[in-house]
């Protein structure tokens, strides 16, 4: 018989009020027929979102301030 052992995790409610902003967050999203996952990875102010299989795209870089 196995024996119970606690599991070492964090309480979502002190997650979800703040308690570690500095985390890094992993997401992952499978359509039902869709032929690949789309995944997106999120720390600080920074989100990547990858979509398996598909061209990159990224915006457009804004053109620089020219000074007067």
């Given amino acids: 018989m196995r024996r119970w052992r606690p599991c070492v995790g964090r309480d979502l409610l ?3 009020e703040g308690a ?3 985390r890094a ?18 720390w600080r102010n920074w989100k990547l ?4 299989g598909e061209a990159r795209s990224l915006p457009p870089a804004p053109s620089p301030i020219r000074p007067r």
């Fill in 14 to 16: 002190q997650i979800a």
């Fill in 20 to 22: 570690d902003p500095d």
């Fill in 25 to 42: 967050v992993l997401s992952q999203y499978h359509a039902v027929g869709a032929p690949t996952g789309i995944f997106m990875l999120r």
């Fill in 49 to 52: 979102i990858e979509c398996v």
